[in-house]
């Protein structure tokens, strides 16, 4: 059995860095009055998903890991809504790789907040 070391071993975390780095590279093509508005929106919600995770890992308690895990979630949807407004706008040609990653990521958070979920239950069942 391997043991978790940080947040660095997380599968979750390292799919959310390489997708904000994705991110990133998608807003880079929108026109340059969206800086403030759509690429900021969409790159501190990438930043949050991977933050949120890492941040999360380090607390020593299994409620607060939850917690940051189900702000990384927020954004997840946040992200979606964000792309799916930059491609009505027509902004992007086309977001059904972005939606892959992100539905991955959802799953991802989900059974993990499920297994940490455990985790806290039975620390409760236990002491």
């Known amino acids: 059995m391997t043991v978790l070391k940080t947040h660095r071993?997380?599968?979750?975390?390292?799919?959310?860095?390489?997708?904000v780095i994705q991110?990133?590279?998608?807003?880079?093509?929108?026109?340059?009055h969206e800086k403030f508005g759509l690429v900021a929106q969409l790159r501190r919600a990438g930043?949050?998903?991977?933050?949120?995770?890492?941040?999360?890992?380090?607390?020593?308690?299994?409620?607060?890991?939850v917690q940051f895990l189900y702000i990384a979630?927020?954004?997840?949807?946040?992200?979606e809504t964000q792309?799916?407004?930059a491609f009505r706008l027509g902004y992007l040609h086309s977001i059904d790789t972005e939606k892959e990653?992100?539905?991955?990521l959802r799953r991802m958070l989900v059974c993990l907040i499920r297994a940490v979920g455990m985790k806290l239950n039975k620390g409760i069942l236990d002491g």
């Open 83 to 85: 792309l799916e407004i």
């Open 101 to 104: 990653v992100l539905n991955r």
């Open 47 to 65: 930043v949050s998903i991977c933050s949120n995770i890492a941040e999360g890992a380090a607390r020593h308690y299994p409620k607060e890991y």
């Open 23 to 32: 991110i990133y590279m998608v807003t880079g093509t929108f026109p340059s």
């Open 9 to 19: 071993d997380l599968d979750v975390w390292k799919l959310s860095m390489d997708f």
């Open 73 to 79: 979630l927020g954004s997840v949807s946040e992200i």
